[in-house]
């Protein structure tokens, strides 16, 4: 069981460069999402889905997009890199919505120069 | 102000000491989650509590939940240089009635020999 699997685990980016990083569950799990995580900030929700097909924003949307074509797979893909989004990603998935709890990739660090 | 707080904000123990971390939730828990990060990797899930009064263990590692439902504790007892990381609470999304998660501030722990 591999849980949950981010990749790239690191990735250095030019401001303008767009890129997608990936994130697979292995355990059927509905509930998947994007969160990054900024010194003194902690994780913020970037989007969620709650089911193949069905995405949502959280907190930071602005620059991020997400698809759910698979329960399996939740990509995030920067469109225009800025230095702003110079940060840790984390994916997590859950079993469902509530009361349960989120399991977490490795991370990706991310820097955009 | 901070929706779950942690105490202390960060602890330095030797080897083999006891050690107890808190979080106070300003709303009642329908679950409290603890997970712990490694320095510069991903969080791991270490318990869920539920119920007013649960305690669980892991190892050398015990949480409880308290009868109100807003204050969990984690105990380490007889602390190794493997305990050494962040620890952080996180609540349930329906506590909050929030899609995202919430976090404590998170408690730095280190254990020298």
């Known amino acids: 069981n591999a849980g949950v699997t981010q990749t790239p685990k690191f990735q250095v980016l030019k401001t303008g460069q767009s890129m997608t990083l990936q994130c697979a569950q292995d355990?059927?799990?509905?509930?998947m999402s994007w969160y990054r995580q900024d010194p003194g900030m902690g994780l913020r929700l970037i989007h969620y889905?709650?089911?193949?097909?069905?995405?949502d924003q959280g907190e930071v949307p602005n620059g991020y997009n997400v698809s759910r074509s698979t329960t399996e797979d939740f990509p995030l893909r920067l469109l225009s890199a800025a230095p702003s989004q110079t940060s840790v990603y984390f994916c997590?998935?859950?079993?469902?919505?509530?009361?349960?709890?989120?399991?977490f990739g490795d991370g990706t660090r991310l820097s955009i120069l | 102000s901070q929706e779950l707080e942690q105490s202390p904000q960060s602890l330095i123990v030797q080897e083999g000491k006891n050690l107890t971390i808190n979080c106070t939730s300003s709303?009642?828990?329908?679950?409290l989650y603890w997970y712990k990060q490694k320095y510069g990797e991903g969080l791991i899930f270490l318990m869920m509590?539920?119920?007013?009064?649960e305690e669980k263990s892991h190892e050398k590692i015990t949480a409880k939940l308290d009868e109100k439902k807003q204050q969990s504790s984690l105990h380490i007892t007889a602390s190794q240089p493997s305990h050494a990381g962040i620890y952080l609470c996180?609540?349930?999304?329906?506590?909050?009635?929030?899609?995202?998660?919430?976090f404590g501030t998170g408690t730095r722990l280190q254990v020298f020999p």
């Open positions: 709303k009642t828990l329908y679950g």
């Open positions: 889905s709650v089911g193949a097909g069905i995405t």
């Open positions: 509590l539920q119920k007013g009064g």
């Open positions: 996180g609540a349930d999304r329906l506590s909050y009635n929030t899609d995202k998660l919430i």
């Open positions: 355990m059927n799990h509905e509930y």
């Open positions: 997590a998935s859950s079993f469902d919505r509530g009361n349960q709890p989120q399991h």
